[in-house]
């Protein structure tokens, strides 16, 4: 994933007025871990995003338990299988057509925002450490051959999606981005760890994982993770959890990993933030789309008709599902009223503003006989 030189994304999460702090850190965070600045021929850079660090740290933390100075080197390093970790002497060329953003600079290395760094990195060792005790990860016998499979299925399939991010949504996309490379990862693992081994049909999906939105409605989740994995809205939650601890699965102890809840945490609370924002998977025109005043005007629009049903003097700064769960859960909503309200809000508005309403009442009120 490539983005403008010189970005500067810890400025961007910082100056959102909606961001919750802790959220802001660990979005910062997230995105330091993937960035890497890449040197071009004639003194020409770029900044890009790489899953390598990612990768390390979810494979190091299902073999060991890593230290603080175990994330801070991973951090430090270039990312595994980078351009610049395989052949870290050589220039890398790209085609000047396809790195139209790129300006001369003689900065070093990519600024790191050392504050959340500094802040996190040790929570999130120690959430790692807690996680490998809780779910008994030592005891899982990690094959050789299951880390490279997915190794190899995980960056095959992830190269072959050029995403550019040339406008103002940068770190809305570059999460997104790196919530798909988790799922990824997470896909990979189940679909070589379900099969007869553990009665299941050795169907798993093929297909590229285009979005990480809404991924637990995905085949990645429902055929490769859901086995093992209970869905946020299960009426079968102890049983599936029972059936994924005794499977002794890597797909099941991924479902509780760290990493996932700080990534699933700074896109739930964000969510309005990243409304509206795709990544794009094929070369942007030289000029960006801005958000319009419409649009703006539409969002606002929206968030007061939903505080109206909820008999809401005024709307929330940030209409997201926690905040429409807990008011459906508090007001005793039940399904047909849920059902009759999002009728209402379908008819009024587009998918893009609706579907946060309906993953919330979807999660209070799964269907009948689901699981």
């Not at 979005?211 to 599936?240: G, M, Q």
Request: charged share 30%.
């Amino acid at each position: 994933m490539q983005t403008k030189k010189g970005w500067n994304y810890w400025n961007e999460v910082k100056n959102n007025p909606e961001q919750n702090a802790n959220v802001a850190d660990k979005a910062i965070l997230l995105i330091s871990l993937c960035t890497q600045r890449y040197f071009f021929e004639r003194a020409k850079q770029s900044d890009m995003l790489n899953i390598g660090r990612l990768f390390e740290i979810i494979i190091a933390s299902l073999v060991y338990t890593p230290k603080l100075e175990d994330l801070e080197r991973v951090i430090r390093q270039a990312p595994f299988h980078s351009a610049s970790a395989l052949a870290p002497a050589n220039t890398l060329i790209v085609d000047e057509e396809d790195n139209e953003s790129n300006e001369e600079s003689n900065d070093g290395e990519l600024r790191q925002p050392d504050r959340s760094i500094n802040v996190l990195l040790p929570q999130l060792t120690l959430e790692i450490e807690k996680w490998r005790n809780e779910y008994k990860v030592d005891q899982l016998n990690l094959s050789p051959w299951l880390v490279y499979q997915v190794f190899n299925k995980v960056f095959n399939q992830g190269i072959r999606d050029k995403v550019y991010v040339n406008d103002s949504t940068n770190a809305n996309l570059a999460v997104q981005a790196i919530a798909k490379s988790f799922y990824l990862i997470w896909s990979a693992f189940g679909s070589f760890e379900k099969g007869r081994l553990f009665g299941l049909p050795e169907v798993v999906a093929t297909n590229n994982l285009k979005s990480a939105k809404n991924f637990e409605s995905n085949d990645h989740f429902n055929l490769n993770i859901r086995p093992f994995s209970p869905t946020k809205s299960s009426r079968t939650v102890a049983e599936r959890e029972r059936f994924g601890e005794l499977s002794r699965t890597v797909t099941y102890v991924l479902s509780r990993h760290p990493l996932r809840a700080w990534i699933e945490d700074v896109v739930e609370e964000e969510e309005e933030w990243f409304q509206g924002s795709e990544i794009q998977t094929s070369k942007p025109k030289s000029e960006t789309k801005k958000t319009t005043g419409a649009t703006v005007k539409e969002r606002d629009r929206f968030k007061e008709r939903v505080s109206e049903m909820f008999g809401l003097d005024s709307p929330p700064k940030q209409l997201s599902k926690t905040f429409i769960k807990k008011m459906m859960q508090a007001q005793e909503w039940d399904r047909d009223k849920f059902q009759a309200s999002l009728l209402v809000l379908e008819k009024e508005f587009k998918d893009k503003y609706t579907n946060t309403f309906k993953d919330a009442g979807f999660e209070c009120f799964p269907e009948q006989g689901s699981d």
